[in-house]
């Protein structure tokens, strides 16, 4: 029989624990769950190792906040603006290590964990200097064609987290729009944080099955947190908050500044409606594009 997985925010981060291995961010610029990111903030859940394929300003947020002790992602910064003024802080200091990737390496690494095998060939790091940069990469001869192929090694974290549209109590979820290397990871993940605009009754999840690309056999919990990805965007529900992008390259220019902002921004906010009157973000950020309908029948 299926369980309610309805979790508060502090209740489902508090069961990540220090040294865990984390994926999120993994649809790119879309639906980036800042709310659980804060939240980790909060609790202080350090020596990380986060995973991800083109990380914005959550990885930065997340290592300024010393919770970071390594890196397995294709990019780090603030798509904005290019600097993660954190991450290179925290890499010129030698505080952080980082396994360098492409997007497609980290999305193949993350497939072969959700496929049970221990690497999937490639050929598209041939030639570059990600491969010799990152020493978990074996380069070898393909024993069918004679050709170079590059191994690449399964990556199965412990915990994805991943923000969506809309989810019921039990996990089945609605998720649409760029979703990058979020389904591989829900695979490859031990555990499964599912934050979301809103959680709904399951017969509106039936109603459209086509779009029922999460399940609740993957999810570990769910909370309901709108607005959770602000400032980046959701197919659907909001715009991507530009502004807030470029103040965040000012806010964190220095280790000072980024104390400041973590502490009006995460520590001194109680709540994400708390924080989202305070963003005061402009209307421009609502979507009103809907899609035409679709009528799966009786």
Partial sequence: MSRDKIASMSDAIADITAGSSVALGLAL?????????????????????????ISDVLFDQLIGAGLVEHIRAAWIGNVSTGTGHCFRRAVESDNLTVENHSNFSIALALKAAGMGVPYLPTRSLLGSDILKENNQFIETEDPFEGESVVLIPAIAP?????????????????????????????????????????????????????????????????????????????????????????????????????????????????????????????????????????????
Wanted: aromatic share 12%; net charge negative.
């Fill in 158 to 298: 412990d915990w994805a987290i991943v923000h969506v549209q809309r989810a019921d109590p039990y996990g089945d979820a609605h998720f649409w729009g760029n979703t990058g290397i979020t389904h591989p990871a829900i695979e490859a993940a031990d555990c499964v944080i599912l934050t979301t605009e809103e959680i709904v009754e399951p017969s509106v999840i039936k109603s459209d099955p086509s779009r029922t690309s999460i399940t609740r056999d993957q999810v570990t919990a769910v909370v309901e947190v709108p607005h959770g990805a602000h400032p980046s965007p959701v197919a659907g529900y909001y715009n991507r908050d530009n502004q807030y992008f470029l103040d965040y390259y000012k806010w964190t220019e220095s280790h000072s500044a980024y104390e400041e902002w973590v502490t009006e921004w995460v520590y001194d906010v109680d709540s994400r409606a708390e924080y989202y009157e305070k963003v005061d973000a402009d209307l421009s950020l609502s979507v009103d594009c809907p899609a035409a309908e679709v009528n799966y029948g009786q």
């Fill in 29 to 53: 610029e879309h639906a980036i769950p800042f709310a659980a990111g804060h939240e980790l903030i909060r609790q202080g859940i350090s020596d990380l190792t986060l995973i991800g394929p």
